[in-house]
């Protein structure tokens, strides 16, 4: 038995009719709002194992600078710049260009985890929560802050001795150059550069042919 053929008169209205609803999905897909980025996270390590010294604090000017003849050098730049005679012994390195790992807007948030390991069991351990340039970063328990320069936590070990704080909520406050890390009774953390800067002005990726 045969199938009833589709009469050549409505091929092209089906064909109209395809052609207009994907118009319409690509149309709400494209005009639908974009979803805000969660904060990136990023973490610190201490294991008692292994401890660790704490970098020195450093002096880094966080407005701009005056060059002779009275001309202003803006506070933005890709990287710190570095003294005529070399950096610093405390000074750290120094984040070169435009590093999404190091790279932070003012006003931006990031979200911090501490780890710890190897520590006494089922314990309560006090962290500090700072920065080897103070005012440049804040840290507070909530995305509302307020944000403070130096910020103290407990983390509740388990029975290896092992735990992870809450998270920490980090904010770019002042441009310039810091070096993140956390005080524990036994040590260091593991250590987070930050280079906040107002905007971002990367050099646009070149398009290869």
Do not use: W
Request: glycine share 8%; with cysteine.
């Amino acid at each position: 038995m045969k199938r009833p053929a589709m009469p050549r008169s409505s091929l092209p209205f089906l064909v109209k009719v395809v052609c207009a609803s994907l118009s319409l999905a690509s149309a709400l897909v494209l005009a639908a709002p974009p979803q805000a980025q969660p904060p990136q996270r990023r973490t610190l390590e201490s294991d008692r194992r292994n401890p660790r010294r704490a970098p020195e604090k450093t002096t880094t000017a966080k407005s701009p600078q005056t060059r002779a003849g009275g001309e202003q050098t803006s506070d933005f730049a890709s990287a710190p710049q570095e003294p005529a005679d070399g950096p610093t012994a405390d000074a750290g390195p120094r984040p070169q260009g435009c590093d999404p790992e190091t790279v932070l807007l003012r006003d931006h948030i990031q979200i911090i985890f501490v780890h710890v390991f190897n520590y006494p069991e089922n314990s309560a351990i006090p962290v500090t929560v700072t920065q080897t340039n103070a005012g440049i970063m804040g840290f507070a328990m909530t995305d509302a802050g307020p944000f403070t320069p130096t910020l103290n936590i407990i983390i509740n070990t388990d029975g290896n001795g092992n735990g992870v704080s809450a998270p920490v909520f980090t904010q770019g406050q002042n441009v310039g150059f810091t070096v993140v890390y956390g005080d524990t009774p036994f040590g260091s953390t593991t250590t987070l550069d930050y280079n906040v800067l107002p905007q971002c002005n990367c050099p646009p990726i070149p398009v290869v042919p």
